[in-house]
């Protein structure tokens, strides 16, 4: 299992189309993905469970990922929340 806190610098933060896009990135890799925001943890390839984080830009998640292509998975999430 890899853990990495990220800082989104999506501009507008985490609202309904950022988050369908996680969730397309996140879907794309076997591995278990959640995102851990405060003492919330969501399924990071659930759109219902990502929305009910309400993230905003600047605010700091950790994405955890457990399985076969879960360094792949980090980093393209990463790549994704820091994004401009």
Known sequence: MIKK????????????RP???????ASQYESRIQVESGD????AKSIMGMM???LNVGESV???AEGTDEE???EGIE???TSK
């Open 62 to 64: 950790t994405i955890c």
């Open 79 to 81: 790549k994704y929340l």
């Open 40 to 43: 919330k943890h969501v399924n």
């Open 19 to 25: 988050v369908a896009m996680l969730v397309q990135v």
């Open 5 to 16: 806190p990220i800082t989104i610098q999506i501009s507008n933060g985490l609202e309904a």
């Open 52 to 54: 009910t984080l309400g």
């Open 72 to 74: 792949a998975a980090i």
